[in-house]
């Protein structure tokens, strides 16, 4: 075993700033200890510290019991921990090492609530960031028994709040605290507002506090953008530890790529300095151009070349951008179907497309398809099939490329029923597992299974308005545009190889 990271490792100089920001007031709480927030918040943060430009630190503590081994580990390395970013950058492949120092408070609520009780009443804090996963904004009824923790996050900011409401008093000029909920649930902190709300009215904590709650908080939408791939796999941590000279048992790895629009006005970026830090962030008025731009263009690509690049044999997001014909594909769908159906400005539509292309390219993410298949029925219906109707509505000629990903998720979806799971055949005969709503594979089981032509088989698929929310079928040619894809890719299936230079679909 070699050296542990701790503030032993740092040089002179971050040392003498590990110690200045243990010394910092606790200006944010942050409940959430795993690699997303470390990866994409707190790596934030230590670059606003080392601009000059953050004073404050961040106060660590995790939402659920589950957590308490993370927090554990990085206070065994007096929470300090490594962050690798690695990917690409404008075609050039980029690597960063970074000692991440933000922390100078980690503590587990469960075994010290006082801990959180005391960080409630300071004045000091300014800013709560949270990372409890969708799950984690769900409503649980629970009591409320004095001195003792409370499981559900929000039912903790609810007595944090009323906690710091008796400590400083409602009138107190800035007593309200900013929430910055970085779940992926849209407008989450809408969401998380009502939770607490809903503990309060639970609690029969007093109106004038829940009054208080409402108008002297804020519950910040976002929404955040960066894939943070954690612990690395393989021997590249033990490698990395040989050559660094020190081990870190919370190590974790980024893209390059950030992005976090939160919708409130650009005066806060005085009490979090991200956008004067150079970080790509965006206080927006309206957060729903931004939602609808990642909706449509990232998860949109794909959703668009996962069921027709798993047919044909393909198993990585990276390999589907390095084949010639999936790439044109792709970004052809991109730059013609898909970016004239969002309301933004165009320069920046195409930069933010040319963006997730360089993502979908880094080197050191094996994005698999398989993941990005499950419950693509859904995903269909939120990531492309508004952009098909928008054609339709305006009766314009139907979008041929995503026409195409519809016919390939069909066919994709002939599955039978083999014991628990539904498998399918790729068109070299591979099989394959399909996840997704049970009752919707049934469904469509049976109906590949009739034995009819393939060209009433589509109709009906098609008019299944439990699955796509609408009769497809009504769509005029869409039937007919689907079926004679799906017939050209069966009939090419004994012949058709895809060459990765200049290959044809």
Sequence with gaps: MGKQLGREILSNTQRQANEEMKQSPVTVLQIGEGNFLRGFFDWMIHSCREKGLFQGSVALTQPRPTGRAKIAALQNQDGLYTLVTRGLENGERVEKK???????????????????????????????????TEAGLVYKPEPLVEGEPIQSFPGKIAWLLYRRYLALGGAVEGSGLVFLPCELLERNGDELKRRVLQYCEDWSLPEPFREWVSTHNRFLNSLVDRIVTGYPTGDQAAAWFSEWGYEDAMLTTAEPYHFWAIEAESELDEVLP???????????????????RKVRILNGAHTLMTPLALLHGEQYVRDVMLNAAFNDFVRGAVAEEILPTVAMPEAELKAYAESVYERFLNPYIDHRLAD????????????????????????????????KSLAALLRYYRVVREGGEFTGRALDGASYSVRDDAASLELIAEIWSGGRPIEEIVPLLLSREGIWGRDLSAIGGLAEEVTAFILEMEDGAAHMKIDRGNGQL
Excluded: C, H
């Excluded at 933000?102 to 000091?124: G, I, K, N, R």
């Design 98 to 132: 970074e000692i991440i120092a933000v922390f100078s408070t980690v503590f587990d609520p469960y075994s010290d609530w006082q801990q959180l009780m005391t960080l409630a009443e300071s004045p000091s804090l300014r800013v709560v960031v949270s990372n409890t």
């Design 274 to 292: 991200l956008r004067q830090a150079g970080l790509n962030v965006r206080w927006v008025d309206d957060l729903r151009p931004y939602q609808l």
């Design 372 to 403: 990005i298949a499950m419950n693509s029925l859904s995903k269909f219906k939120a990531r492309l099939l508004p952009t098909l109707l928008y054609y339709v509505d305006r009766e314009e000629a139907l979008p041929q490329r995503i026409v």
